[in-house]
């Protein structure tokens, strides 16, 4: 059961537009909403993250929308460079037993940037 | 580093071979998970682990996987007798241990299994 969906699955952007991937989940236990980056034979690493108390976060050229309402949310990307080029990973989550805190990832969207 | 440090970063089996995955956590992180991608697929969560303590592994297939995070030492994903659809990057994170974190997982740079 997938409780997270990701769109689109790839995304060509003109270096200087604006990305945008949407997110929706389903459990309204999820608290945390993180997104993050991965670089080919990398890791995943956190870009931005939001609580569900606040509608939009930003960071620099990233921006975090939040519709609790509609449990959706969604990543912006203004500017988009070249080194941007990577995949982008929602992900939900509720505080496990225990202090934890476990992800639930979409699917993945794959963004690359032209010159 | 005091990154997540995972090793190896890639591993060639032969069905039926075990696979042992090794993952050391950041320095004062007492949280580690584990979790696998496959070919253009998501990370999908196998277990979490405290140190001597598995938390919650229902993630993991009921057979062939298993998961230890050792008083001492590094956490180890256990793979035995494996086949060609283990094939996957593993990845462990983890996180610090301090009541209500901030959420942030931190990840390695995963191992790489081809099983032939």
């Known amino acids: 059961q997938q409780q997270v969906k990701q769109s689109p699955q790839s995304l060509i952007v003109q270096k200087g537009g604006i990305s945008i991937i949407n997110c929706a989940y389903e459990n309204t236990a999820f608290d945390y909403f993180p997104w993050y980056q991965q670089f080919p034979g990398k890791g995943p690493a956190l870009l931005i993250a939001i609580r569900p108390d606040v509608s939009e976060k930003k960071e620099g050229r990233f921006t975090i929308s939040f519709n609790k309402s509609a449990k959706q949310f969604s990543l912006h990307i203004m500017d988009s460079q070249p080194g941007d080029s990577a995949t982008y990973f929602c992900?939900?989550?509720?505080?496990?037993?225990?202090?934890?805190?476990?992800?639930?990832f979409g699917t993945g969207t794959q963004l690359k940037v032209e010159l | 580093n005091a990154g997540v440090m995972q090793n190896p970063r890639h591993l060639v089996r032969r069905r039926g071979q075990e696979a042992r995955l090794r993952c050391s956590p950041m320095?004062?992180?007492?949280?580690v998970y584990w979790y696998r991608q496959l070919p253009e697929e998501g990370l999908k969560f196998m277990v979490y682990l405290q140190k001597e303590n598995i938390i919650d592994e229902s993630g993991m297939p009921k057979e062939r996987f298993s998961a230890e995070f050792p008083k001492e030492g590094p956490s180890i994903l256990r793979i035995q007798q494996v086949v060609r659809g283990d094939s996957a990057a593993y990845f462990c994170?983890?996180?610090?241990?301090?009541?209500?974190?901030?959420?942030?997982?931190?990840f390695g740079e995963g191992s790489r299994l081809t099983v032939l």
């Open positions: 992900a939900a989550s509720d505080i496990l037993t225990g202090g934890g805190n476990k992800l639930t």
């Open positions: 320095k004062g992180h007492s949280h």
């Open positions: 994170a983890s996180s610090p241990s301090t009541g209500r974190t901030t959420g942030e997982l931190f």
